[in-house]
Each structure stands twice: as C-alpha cells, then as structure tokens.
C-alpha cells in the first residue's frame, strides 16, 4: 500500500493549487481517504476527507467552502482543489486512507492507517 501526494508549490494569496494523492495497492471504491496538513509549530489537522463507498465528505471549518476534495477511480488519484488560497494555508499537505473504515468524519478527525509522503505548499505574495 502507498500514498504519493504532488502538486504543491508556492501560490499567491487568493489563487489556486490542485493535489493529487497517487495510489497503489488498493482500490478506490470503499476507503476513506483524504488531506491532512503540518505547518510549522502545529498538530497535523484533517481538512478534506472522502468516502470512496458512499462519496460522502468532511471538511475542517477553516477550508471548508474553499477546498474541494474528488478521486478519479479509474486513475487511483484523489485530488485536493484548493481555491482562494490564504497564508495560514501554508503547511505540508499530506494524503492518507483508512482501509478498513469508510467514514469521512472518522479519517479526519482520528487520522488515517496508512500515510503518503507530503507536498509542500507555500501560500505568500
């Protein structure tokens, strides 16, 4: 089982930056799967989580309105639509899934089982 996010980079305030989350190993039809972000001198906080068996979908306060989070199953990608960009946005964006529970609201708020590596994403002017 592996996670690979891409996609990050540096932004401007009010833009916009699309993630992918690449994976293998597994399918994209019953997991729960989502984005979770570290910046500097925080926890890791759950922002955009996805259940692959019912599409149903949570999003932490601060995003919500502003990220979108989607998969394409025929690819294995899930992607991270992040739009009008601020800077406490700034973090390591990081993809993970729980394989064995399908909840949304679980992965986000309790973490995934399995975690890819993250992208940097550097909102500034």
């Known amino acids: 089982v592996q996670l690979q996010a891409f996609g990050g980079g540096l932004v401007q305030p009010g833009g916009s930056l699309r993630l992918s989350c690449a994976v293998t190993?597994?399918?994209?039809?019953?997991?729960?799967i989502g984005w979770f972000r570290q910046a500097p001198g925080k926890e890791r906080e759950g922002v955009s989580c996805l259940s692959t068996l019912n599409d149903i979908t949570h999003y932490s306060d601060s995003v919500k309105g502003r990220f979108t989070v989607s998969r394409d199953a025929a690819k294995n990608t899930v992607y991270l639509q992040m739009d009008n960009l601020r800077p406490e946005d700034t973090a390591v964006y990081y993809c993970g899934a729980n394989l064995g529970d399908s909840s949304s609201h679980a992965l986000c708020n309790r973490g995934p089982s399995n975690w890819g590596k993250g992208t940097l994403v550097t909102v500034s002017s």
């Open positions: 190993g597994f399918t994209l039809d019953r997991p729960a």
